[in-house]
């Protein structure tokens, strides 16, 4: 099993900028990709960010919303992922879920975070 603890979330003003952390543990030598999720009310659960690495070679995906205002990165020597937000907007506001990925096709499953709340208001 793996467990997935958020934190980093809270109420900042349009423009501001956050950074989310997700710590991993457990199984976490089974983890092959990581990554954020969010979910607004009324909503369904987007893509926020994932990454992945093999060896020395790492990827990143970004979802269209957030493209070029976000930034997803890992220490993998700590079990750690980070998502750097910047220029938020009031459309950012969401409970923001950190995911992790063990195995392939239709051998993968997925661990989720309890989530943290980011507001964007002024």
């Known amino acids: 099993q793996v467990q997935l603890v958020e934190s980093g979330g809270g109420l900042v003003q349009p423009g501001g900028s956050l950074r989310l952390s997700c710590a991993a543990s457990?199984?976490?030598?089974?983890?092959?990709?990581m990554g954020w999720y969010r979910q607004a009310p009324g909503k369904q659960r987007e893509l926020v960010a994932i990454i992945a690495s093999s060896g020395s070679t790492s990827y990143a995906n970004y979802g269209d919303s957030v493209s070029g205002r976000f930034t997803i990165t890992g220490d993998y020597a700590k079990n750690m992922v980070y998502l750097q937000m910047n220029d938020l907007k009031p459309e950012d506001t969401a409970v923001y879920y950190c995911?992790?990925?063990?195995?392939?096709?239709?051998?993968?499953?997925?661990?989720w975070g309890q989530g943290t709340q980011v507001t964007v208001s002024s």
């Open positions: 995911n992790a990925r063990t195995g392939l096709g239709r051998y993968e499953d997925d661990y």
């Open positions: 457990g199984s976490i030598s089974r983890i092959n990709r």
